[in-house]
């Protein structure tokens, strides 16, 4: 059984080999390739050697271009900070005031910016490797998009004293979305849609409602409609107030950050999605292999029995993550993971750490 089988197979609830393993990979792959962003982020063919580099160090299940938070927003007038060996992101934002929504222009995902880097990066990673592993790309999520057009900050405040100035915001983001998901489908090639919307967690349950999962609604509609087969979900934080209204949206995994219980998730969730998650970053980064293994154990016996799950990440694996901690999670979903799909038992079996 080869990775894009396993995933097809677990998220159907069928039999698998061993868990399926999707750490978040982003800027870690050409920070590890030692090869500067200030390169990779323009380069499509670069992009996706350091990423398949990645993938064949670690043997992992999934791959996806490199994108982050100013991929679109800049092309719209805010300011990305794109660095050698940093994490990328936006500085200065397009809209400083209510007349400044009016200049913004929805940008041409095949032509502007760092856009058509992304959709050929995925181009090519179909070519390569399609086949045998999943294939995804990242989008912010309409809120999130927003949010650095205005400043996280500031919209948080609109929230609450200029909800019309968000709202006008959130559907040109919304559209600017639709245009660039659309491309990366259809121009693309890619099926497999993530969607990352770190802002709804800042704000109260029925705030979230009304700024983001409503447009995150109307964009996965276009999304599928486009031919997008699967829709990931990332919000970071506790996001268990989330899961259900996310399923019923159209979200088909639902990434999960550390502080979720994953049995709690897949009990709310009851075989509507697969859930993915949630080996700490902070520990990925600081901490040792076998704390990582155990970690992912610990995960695997949570959620792992009837499918429907994959271990990952709780969010994007930092730039100076050992390789050897990601090599232990990968370890873990094949090694323990496979028996404790086996037998249904695990504690026993933490001496594959190993």
């Not at 400044?100 to 990066?121: H, Y």
């Not at 009990?267 to 998650?277: F, K, P, Y």
Request: charged residues 25%.
């Amino acid at each position: 059984m080869n990775s894009l089988e396993r995933l097809i197979s677990s998220a159907n609830g069928e039999p698998i080999d061993c868990v399926p393993v999707a750490p978040s990979i982003g800027h870690y792959a050409a920070f590890r390739a030692r090869e500067p962003m200030t390169k990779v982020a323009y380069d499509p063919e670069l992009m996706a050697r350091v990423v398949l580099e990645s993938l064949e160090r670690h043997n992992y299940d999934t791959c996806c271009p490199i994108t982050d938070y100013g991929v679109g927003t800049e092309n719209m007038g805010s300011t990305s900070v794109i660095r050698d060996w940093e994490q990328t992101f936006v500085s200065e934002f397009a809209v400083q005031s209510k007349v400044d929504i009016a200049g913004l222009k929805i940008p041409d995902p095949l032509k502007d910016g760092r856009m058509p880097v992304a959709i050929e990066c995925g181009q090519i990673l179909l070519d390569k490797v399609g086949e045998q592993v999943g294939v995804s790309c990242g989008i912010s999520g309409p809120l999130s998009f927003a949010a650095n057009l205005r400043g996280p900050q500031q919209i948080l405040e609109d929230i609450l004293l200029d909800p019309v100035l968000v709202h006008e915001l959130l559907k040109i983001s919304q559209e600017a979305l639709k245009s660039f998901g659309e491309a990366l489908i259809i121009h693309g090639g890619i099926t497999t849609i993530s969607i990352y919307e770190p802002m709804a967690t800042l704000i109260s349950t029925p705030q979230a409602e009304e700024f983001s999962f409503v447009y995150m609604e109307s964009l996965i509609k276009k999304l599928k409609e486009s031919g997008a087969f699967t829709i990931l979900l990332h919000i970071c934080g506790d996001t268990t107030r989330f899961l259900d209204r996310a399923v019923g949206i159209g979200v088909n995994i639902l990434s999960l950050d550390r502080d979720v219980d994953l049995a709690k998730a897949k009990e709310i969730v009851a075989g509507r999605a697969t859930i993915s998650g949630n080996v700490a970053t902070q520990n990925l980064f600081c901490g040792s292999s076998d704390e990582i293994y155990a970690e992912s154990c610990r995960c695997i016996e949570s959620a792992a029995l009837g499918g429907r799950y994959a271990l990952g990440s709780s969010c994007e694996v930092p730039l100076e993550t050992r390789e050897e901690n990601i090599d232990a999670m990968v370890r873990a979903a094949r090694k323990f993971g496979a028996e404790f799909l086996q037998t249904g038992r695990g504690k026993e079996l933490k001496e594959f750490s190993h």
